[in-house]
């Protein structure tokens, strides 16, 4: 005769039950040289294996290896250009993740071995990439200045007001929904505190490169506000200049 506790393993036999294999997830990210590739992905380019191998100073075989298993694990997609494997990550999701949890992560002491080791520092904490929208001390002050102006509201959790609606509406600003939510924030790794992403950050963001206020620096992470965005942003949010000017402004 089945007991109670039979009929319960049965149909658990029957129909498993699907877990999230959380370790598996942080296996892919415990080593140092992966988890190195994927901070430097955020900068939203393709990389090339033998430019990640070398940005983590690694032997070819070895970055080829790590690849391998961050695409198997459905952190990065690739794609192939000729004879050249060519990795981004995966989505912007990703990205917000990846973002996130170097804001929970212990800080390591970054070794600056020349001024300019030490400028590169202070202009990524400033303003730069992560993925398609914009991270760093300005990200956070213009989300702060979307609040302070109630352009964007924390009651439910992060989303534009009406007033926040009319404003990009007048600003010219696109946010070309996908499968994201409209308004997320991520958590800045540099700051600690969230700045806008999702369609609205990522379009934000989009509209201050096409219109001059913000350029990419080179194939870095690194994003200047320009003379011309500094005044825009001053005028539009309300955001400092103390805030907006760059570690070669001041």
Excluded: Q
Excluded at 151 to 178: C, N, Q
Excluded at 208 to 223: D, P
Excluded at 235 to 248: D, F, I, Q, S, W
């Amino acid at each position: 005769m089945l007991t109670m506790g039979d009929v319960h393993a049965t149909a658990a036999d029957h129909h498993p039950i699907d877990r999230p294999d959380l370790a598996a997830l942080a296996g892919l990210l415990a080593d140092r040289t992966r988890a190195a590739m994927c901070l430097a992905l955020l900068d939203g380019r393709t990389w090339t294996a033998t430019e990640l191998a070398r940005h983590t100073g690694v032997a070819a075989s070895t970055a080829t290896a790590h690849l391998n298993r961050l695409v198997a694990g459905g952190l990065l997609e690739e794609e192939r250009r000729g004879r050249h494997r060519h990795v981004r990550l995966a989505d912007a999701d990703t990205a917000e993740m990846i973002e996130s949890l170097a804001s929970h992560a212990p800080l390591r002491p970054a070794h600056v071995r020349s001024l300019r080791d030490a400028h590169r520092h202070r202009s990524l904490t400033h303003a730069r990439t992560c993925f398609d929208h914009l991270a760093g001390t300005v990200a956070v002050a213009i989300t702060d200045a979307l609040s302070d102006r109630h352009l964007l509201t924390w009651d439910y959790g992060p989303t534009l007001t009406p007033e926040g609606k009319d404003w990009l509406r007048h600003e010219g600003i696109a946010d070309h929904r996908d499968n994201r939510a409209h308004v997320r924030t991520c958590l800045d790794w540099t700051e600690r505190r969230p700045h806008l992403a999702g369609a609205v950050g990522a379009a934000l963001f989009r509209h201050a490169l096409e219109r001059g206020w913000m350029v990419r620096r080179g194939t870095t992470r690194i994003v200047t506000v320009t003379e011309e965005g500094r005044r825009a942003l001053r005028e539009r949010l309300g955001v400092e200049e103390g805030v907006l000017a760059g570690p070669g402004d001041v």
